[in-house]
Every structure is written in structure tokens, then in C-alpha cells.
């Protein structure tokens, strides 16, 4: 029997380091590198929340999400383009690396981030899409939807 990859037992689609108290962890802390989450829907919640701040703060086109969110030359030796190019290739995410990403595309793009970190198929859109549903929920994601200059109608 094969052991599954990490992000898929962690149900940390993204595989987010340690880092706050999420909605929806785990009672039960087993890994003290990576957060663990009740089921992959909240760790959705959590990477869109941070790929959100990422947007606002500047950081929005699939260069910088991906160089921010796993930069070269760190100890775990991140291969970063091969990430950059992996997300963005045709038949993924369409997008060009230096395009811009709007909030709407964070679904698409966690699933697919989530495939590059190991899980290989175990989660589905409609998990990241749960997992947006869920951090819109929060008046911190609303507002900075607002700030963003996204309507209320993005928000249900």
C-alpha cells in the first residue's frame, strides 16, 4: 500500500506551513511542520485567504504568487519556474506567468497548486470552491474584497 502524499493526509490541499490558528484544524496537532485541517474544504479556506493577501498587497500575477509562495533558494529547495511553469501550461490555469490574477481565478489556481504539491488528482474544484465559499464568510475576506474593488455579488 502506497502512502499518500502529504498535502492529502494533512488535508492541506497547498501544503501550508505552521503558521495561525485556522477555522477548521485538526483537535489533534501530529505534524509539526504543516497545518492539518478537518477535511481538504478548510484548507481551501486557508490558502485562499493567504493567495487573497498575496493579491491586495501587489503580488498578482502567477510570477509573484509563485515566487512568494515558494521561493528558490530556501532550505526546501523549491523548484519554483518548474512550479510557475506547471500551473500555467494550456492545459491547466491559461494564464501567462505575468498576467494578472483576479480573486475569481483562486479556485482554479489552488487546485492546481495543490496537484504541483503532491496530491495528484485527490481534490476537486468543488473542494476549492467550498473552501472560497467558506473564507467569504469572514468579515476580513469581505472587506478586502471591497478594497480590492470586488462587488457584493461576489460574495455568495
Known sequence: MTKKPKNVRNNNPLNIKESADWTGERALNLDPIFEEFQSPEYGFRAGYIIL????????NTLNAIINKWAPSGTEENNHTQAYIDYVSHPDRLQLSPNEYVSPAMLPELMLHMSVF?????????????EGERLAKQESFVIARLHRMGETSEMFT
Open 52 to 59: 487573497l493577501q498575496y493579491l491586495e498587497r501587489g503580488d
Open 117 to 129: 504539491e503532491g496530491s495528484k488528482g485527490a481534490f476537486t474544484i468543488e473542494q476549492a470552491r
